[in-house]
């Protein structure tokens, strides 16, 4: 059903989504596909693609250095919109690889564009969550610049369980995670052996443990308070359209 899909839970965040905007929801769904983990969805420097709405699985965002190395920009989950850039801009300026088999909705430009034209609030959500994921991508630039690795791996975990939570995936007690110790050395800024180091840290002080999969929120409150971590940049509190 549309209104338990992931992306009606996210935009219900911002507008109070009515019958007719869930059914123009419901028709951006319709080309749903299949992808394998590892095989790039979209390529830097690829134009004329279609966007998708991710519906199940979780991808990476990420750009590649002249010397081969990668820093991942981001991580999708499922509710979120991959490849939107690439088709309001003609040209991605990242590329997407799925960290887990996916399956996703494939979004005509056309079919994007008419659904605005047709539902103006819906424009508006949508405008709301590409706002919150470059309000994201602000938090990254200062953790990367301004914190330290203990407290940047605390923020990263918690802003993570935010954006689950949001999406019924969840909680304050910790989420099932597919992430290596490799993505998260990529998005953060550090080596693996560096995360390994920090993940100890944090699991021997009592905070939080990441293993098999599973993060767990050992004691969330001074979690939050090692990362400074203030959820308001991720606008959650409920719908501003009624």
């Known amino acids: 059903m549309i209104k338990d899909s992931p992306l009606t839970r996210k935009l ?25 983990a ?8 690829q134009s004329d693609q279609a966007a998708y709405i991710l519906s199940e699985g979780w991808v990476c965002s990420y750009k590649v250095q002249p ?19 690439s088709v309001l801009l003609h040209t991605s300026d ?11 909705a494939e979004v005509l430009a056309s079919d ?9 609030r819906l424009a508006m959500a949508v405008l709301w969550a590409v706002s919150r994921d470059e309000a994201m991508v602000v938090e990254h630039l200062v953790c990367l610049g301004r914190r330290d690795a203990n407290a940047r791996m605390a923020h990263f975990l918690l802003e993570l369980g935010v954006r ?22 990529d998005a953060l800024g550090l080596s693996a052996v560096h995360v390994n180091r920090v993940l100890r840290q944090l699991r021997e002080g009592g905070l939080v443990t990441f293993r098999d999969g599973q993060v767990t929120f050992d004691d969330y409150e001074r979690l939050v308070e090692l990362a400074d971590f203030d959820p308001a940049y991720l606008d959650q509190t409920g719908p501003l359209l009624k």
């Open 164 to 185: 689950l939570a949001l999406v019924g995936m969840g909680s304050e007690a910790g989420y099932n995670c597919p992430l290596t110790q490799y993505h998260l050395a």
């Open 38 to 45: 590892g095989r790039d969805l979209v390529h830097q420097g």
């Open 67 to 85: 010397d081969g190395s990668r820093q991942i920009v981001d991580f999708q989950i499922p509710g979120d919109f991959l490849g939107l850039r």
């Open 112 to 120: 994007l564009l008419e659904a605005f034209a047709r539902t103006p």
């Open 94 to 104: 990242h590329s997407i690889e799925p960290i887990v088999d996916i399956q996703a």
């Open 12 to 36: 219900s965040a911002f507008v109070a989504l009515s019958e007719p905007e869930l059914a123009v929801l419901e028709r951006l769904h319709q080309r749903r596909r299949s992808f394998v």
